[in-house]
Structures are given as C-alpha cells and as structure tokens.
C-alpha cells in the first residue's frame, strides 16, 4: 500500500518542476509566460532572473518529495493516506508561487527595456496557406468504449465497471472534440511556421487522447481477470505510468517543436498578448468569445476568466482543491460508523450509512460463520476501505456477494439465498453476529 501511494503521488513535484523548469526556455517568444523580443534571450537580467527562477522550482520540488516522503511514515495506510490529500494541496500550489514571482520580474525588465512599447499586435499572414489538419474521427472512441465492454463475454460479473469505463471514453471524445480551439497558432508573419506550428499541436492532441482512450480500455480487460488485488494494482499502476509517459512525451514534444522552430523569431513583428494573460498563467479577455481556448505553449488548454462559465469552472476547481484534504476524515468517519443489524420474524435488514440490504428469512438457503475473509474478495461497485466493505464484491468460492462488514473485525456471517444473491456481514461489537447466527437458524 505504501508503495502504491509512493508511485501515485510522490512523483507530482518531480513532474511539475520539469514541465516548470522548461518554461524557462524560449518558445514562440514566451519565457516563463513572458512575451520578449530576440535581444532579450542573451539580457543578462534576464538570464539572471530565468537562474532563480529554475533553482525556486528544484528547491521547492526537493522540499515537497521529502514531506511526502515524511507523510508516508504514519502509523496506519488510512493516516497515511489523509497526510498525503493535506499534502496534495501545497504540492499543487507551492510551485507556482516561482512562477509567478519570475513572471513579474520578467515584465519589470520588459517594461524597463521598452520592448513591450512595438506595435506587435498588428501581425498579418495569409490564413488560407493554412493546411488543414482533420480531426480524428468517432471510431476511434467508439472502438476504445467496444474494447472497454469486450469483458462482458466472459465475465459479466464486473459489467458497471466496464460500462463506466466506456462511459468515460465517450466522454473523452466529448473532451477531445470541444476542448480544443481550433485555430492559427500565430507567432509572426511567417505563414509556414503558423502551419507548422497548428499541426503538430493537433497532432499531438490526437496522440494524448489516443493514448488515454486506449490505457483506458486496457484496464478496464485487466479487471475482469479478477487478479489478487496486489496484482490488480500493480498492472493498473504499470498501464497508468505507461499512459502518463506517453502523454507527458506528447506534451514535451510539442513543446520542443515550438522552441525549435522559432528559435529566430522576435526580431521583427510578433505577436504579444501578455496583457490578457494573468501571470502569465490565466486567460482573461473580455473581447474573446470563446470560453475554452488554447494554452499559449505546450498542448493543453484552459479556459477564458472573462467568461461567466470560466469564472463558475474556476470556483468549482478551486472548491474542490480546497476541499480535498476533507475528504478523506469525512469518508473515515463515516467507515467508522458500525454497521447495524434489525432482526423481525420476517425479514434481516442490514445498513451502513446510506445502503441498507434487507434479507427475506424465507429465501435464505443457508447460513455459515466464517472466521476469515476470502483471500481473493475483489470490490465491484460500493466502498472498500480499510475498516469497511460495503457494497458489492466478488469473491473467491462465494462468486458475487452483498457485503457489509468491517474486515478487521471477525467472525462474519455468510447467508447464501435461494435466488442466488448472497451476503456477508460483520459487527464491530463482539457477540452480535454470534446471536445473528443463533436467532436465524
């Protein structure tokens, strides 16, 4: 479990001071969200500021791995957890915070060096030299969602997994298709390097989603073999760090293409639009129409603060950043409330927060209590936590099983029903399922 939340979060710094550090290098004009001409490249404040503003990153990123590192030596897995989520906050924000201080030194120099004063907006080139690049059509999503839902000939025990994973291909496409501003990529006046430069970010913006799709539908197969769960979360780990790679080359790439092929551009007209970037990191312009429009560098994109969308997606973004270290003590204190048990002459009704079974007398076929779980008990939909199991699972010689208990606390209690549908339940406090057992028979 450790190792699991090591390979899950530790590498977030690591990541995000590389994709920082290269912001640090010229591409389309920009430096760190900073728009300069050519003779800015070799400006010693310059050069100085792009020093401190690389060493920042690395120094923020070894203080976020260590505290991460330090978060992991709690007690218990689910502590271990809750540090990490508390964690996930500052190892989200702290990086920026050399981001944004470079940003404004940047726009000091420029401002001091008068080179913001050129008429660059004005940059003219003829559009219909433009390549069109096409995009990639449905079936490539449709496909991936098929893949997704292929396990249901053979094991249709785990259907809501692989059909919520279909569901999120076709989002994605949904994703791909409206996320994406498909438009000029402007530098200067040179037509050929506009070219250029639009296609290989779509090209790499099909790639990504390509990717995702595909890693998508490849763990949802790797469900339905209903591996151990040590081998479940290592295969899902190995499937998502290959996605992740692939995705982050993609990104990488993209950005590589724009450093080269405007190594020589800004020593006449360009384009210069800092005044609608806010530290050089959000978009606000109350003259664009377009809500979601294309980051500046890279592939990605983002969304337009001018907008009254923009700003509802950003509070929504923000609320849940600021929630997240809540999350889980809310989740906790809900695993820890005990399962309850009500006994009639007719019928077994069991609930934990919000699920509640109610067993028939009538349809039980048997019942049995057991000391220990299966070794293979694999969740399909409901909760597994690390003090409670509710919902539904599958296990080893049961198959499909209704459960509702705490794993820590033995014995538990197997009813198996006339209709097929079978139970597991446990009871923190001693002695309950004992007088269950007794009361039922």
Known sequence: MRFFLMLCFLPLPVIMAVMLCNEAKFKKNIVVGVTLPYEARENAEVQRALSRYKKGNIIVAIILVVSGLLCMLAKSDWRAVENLMVWLVPAIVLPYIPYVSCNKRLREIKLNNRWGRRDTNRVSIDTSVIAEQKWLSPLWFLAAAALAMLPLLWNPEFKAVYISYA???????????????????????????????????????????????????????????ELSPVLSCVLIIVITLMVSALAIYAEMKTRKVQEELCSD??????????????????????????????????????????????????????????????????????????????????????????????????????????????????????TNFENLLKGRFSADKIGSVYACLDPTSPPFLLIEGKDGDNFLLGSREEGVIQDLMDKIK
């Open 167 to 225: 569901v999120c291909i076709l989002l994605l496409w949904l994703c791909y298709r409206f996320a994406y501003r498909n438009k000029a990529e402007r530098v200067d006046g040179n037509s050929d390097l506009t070219s250029a430069l639009t296609a290989i970010r779509k090209k790499n913006w099909n790639m990504v989603f390509l990717v995702a799709v595909y890693g998508m539908a490849a763990i949802s197969i790797s469900m339905s073999f």
């Open 265 to 382: 551009s800004g020593k006449d007209a360009y384009l210069d639009d800092d005044d609608k970037w806010l530290w050089g990191v959000l978009y606000y312009n109350l003259d664009d129409e377009k809500l979601i429009i294309n980051s500046r560098i890279g592939t990605n994109t983002t969304i337009n603060l001018a907008k009254p969308a923009g700003k509802v997606i950003a509070a929504i973004s923000l609320a849940v950043l600021l929630a997240t270290p809540f999350i889980l003590p809310v989740t906790n204190a809900v695993g820890n409330k005990p399962p309850e048990f009500d006994l009639s002459s007719a019928e077994l009704t069991a609930r934990s927060g919000g699920t509640e079974y109610v067993i028939k007398l009538d349809e039980i076929e048997s019942v049995e209590l057991i000391e220990e779980l299966p070794k293979s008990i694999v969740k399909v939909n409901g």
